[in-house]
């Protein structure tokens, strides 16, 4: 693939003020020692925050761990989506999927019966629009230089439709001549899929399943420990990528002058993470690094640990403000660092709503403390059907035998369960995993109160299009679309396993 090679906007002048302590007016040319920095984004696919810096065991990050000592590492950063589509529409614009129109995964597509084009609301670009109007030159890096033995996805994955080209190349080798860039790099390891079945084998040191730590929701079983440990060997895997990719900006004489972030898409791809609004599947990692050569902005500091509760959108409000590029309109992010940063995040936002065939809605507030999750649909089964888990999550299957057995705790039994509430709390200090749902707690009315109010209030706010029902033909063709290339592998588990 080629984006065809154009540049938009005007040309950024060379010299530009960035943010810093002084809180001087982007776009002044008083100080020479700015110049625009160049940006770029390593986006790990369906990845947690299990890195050696979060305390993970059992896992060893060196370059990512050395590249959050170096720089600024939050603890509380998640997505708006627990899947990659809307989640993705949604960092790429800096607007919830649900208020553009892109929260259904996989939805607006050519060749399924959801309305196509669909384009952006007035007002609402790309990341990447913004910044080539500044003058920045956009890639979305696929293609390494001779030598590299990977390449990066090249993934989008949008619910929307895009007039024109949304990148200039896919090339690392035209980044360096197009300075200032911004640029993305996206990488499959903590996807399932080949890269993840044989991450394994590019590592020195596997993961020990005997040593690692599985959330209590799972039962302890060989085939779960075994599991989570190649989600883990997928990242380690994955970090080896990130320091081939940091010693090619040294090489290229490009790390003085970017600044790199760090980030997952969504949650990780396991029961109960992946399209599911919990921690589990909206907490990210997200590490900011700015070179020690560009003057710093105000509320960056080097080797820092910021718990603040941080959106992905705010990625975007802070990538542009990074290149000098104001705040849109309607941007739902917020500027992280510099003097233009915005107020610190009370709460943080998400949802789902269909996710291939499978349909529901969900939409969850979070404060530092509590999450509050709203069930749209509570008579719909957590498992309920959805073809592409059932053939890549065996664990489902052990599951589903152990159900039948009895043999699964009060909260591992949660997930067989054929309904839900339609209101859950949890207490995240004492409760990290989600587990002990609050809602009917006496003790716990009024910040249930407090919350619920909170969320319909954003729900307002935003114009939430999921209210609205999606036509039924949309998820008809993803549920026989599903059947096509899951049937057989569903067939073969069920034989294995003896289970529905």
């Known amino acids: 693939m080629r984006y065809r090679a154009f540049r938009t906007g005007v040309v950024l002048a060379a010299v530009v003020t960035l943010f810093s302590d002084s809180g001087r007016t982007q776009g002044s040319t008083g100080d020479a020692r700015a110049v625009a920095p160049n940006i770029l984004w390593l986006i790990a696919e369906d990845m947690g925050p299990e890195l050696g810096i979060y305390g993970t065991p059992a896992v060893h990050t060196p370059h990512l761990d050395a590249l959050a000592s170096r720089g600024m590492l939050f603890t509380h950063a998640f997505t708006t989506s627990p899947v990659c589509s809307p989640s993705r529409s949604a960092f790429m614009t800096g607007m919830y999927q649900f208020t553009i129109g892109a929260h259904h995964h996989r939805s607006h597509r050519p060749d399924d019966p959801s309305p196509y084009p669909f384009p952006l609301p007035a007002g609402v670009r790309l990341v990447t629009d913004w910044l080539r109007h500044a003058g920045y030159f956009a890639a979305n890096v696929q293609e390494m230089p001779d ?9 989008t994955d949008w619910n929307f439709s895009y007039d024109g080209e949304p990148f200039d190349s896919d090339r690392w080798t035209d980044l360096k001549g197009n300075q200032p860039f911004y640029a993305q790099i996206n990488f499959p390891e903590s996807h399932r899929g080949a890269a993840w079945d044989t991450a394994h084998e590019r590592i020195a040191k596997p993961a020990d399943p005997a040593r690692v730590q599985i959330p209590p929701y799972y039962p302890d079983d060989p085939l779960v420990r ?11 895997a994955l970090d080896q990528k990130i320091g081939v990719v940091l010693d090619l900006l040294e090489r290229d004489g490009l790390a003085d002058n970017t600044v790199v972030v760090f980030m ?5 791809a396991m029961v109960r993470g992946k399209q599911w609004p919990y921690d589990s599947g909206l907490h990210v990692p997200l590490i900011l690094y700015w070179p020690a050569a560009l003057p710093a902005p105000s509320q960056y500091q080097a080797g820092s640990v910021s718990h603040t509760l941080t959106s992905s959108l705010d990625i975007t409000a802070t990538t542009l403000a990074i290149a000098g590029v104001q705040t849109p309109e309607k941007m739902q992010g ?5 003097a233009d940063r915005d107020p610190p995040r009370r709460y943080v936002f998400g949802g789902r709503d269909r996710g291939d065939e499978t349909v529901d809605r969900i939409r969850t507030v979070r404060s530092n403390r509590y999450r509050y999750i709203r069930n749209f649909m509570p008579e719909r089964p957590f498992l309920q059907t959805n073809r592409y888990k059932l053939a890549n999550y065996e664990t489902i299957w052990l599951m589903k035998k152990l159900h039948n057995e009895g043999s699964l705790t009060p909260a591992q ?4 369960a054929t309904d839900r509430p339609a209101e859950e709390l949890y207490d995240l200090r004492s409760d990290p995993y ?5 809602a009917t707690s006496p003790a716990h009315q009024e910040i249930l109160r407090q919350l619920r109010l909170v969320l319909e209030e954003w729900l307002q706010r935003i114009d939430d299009q999921g209210r609205f029902p999606e036509d039924p033909s949309v998820a008809e063709y993803y549920d026989e ?6 049937g057989e592998r569903i067939q073969t588990l069920q034989e294995k396993w003896r289970v529905q």
């Open 413 to 416: 039994e949660r997930l067989l």
């Open 434 to 438: 989600e587990i002990n749902d609050l």
């Open 481 to 486: 679309r599903a059947k096509k290339n899951h």
């Open 334 to 338: 917020r500027v992280l660092v510099g």
């Open 226 to 236: 075994q599991d989570w440990a190649q989600y883990l060997n997928a990242v380690m």
């Open 264 to 268: 997952g898409d969504h949650g990780r």
């Open 147 to 155: 030598g590299i033995d990977f390449q990066g996805t090249g993934k």
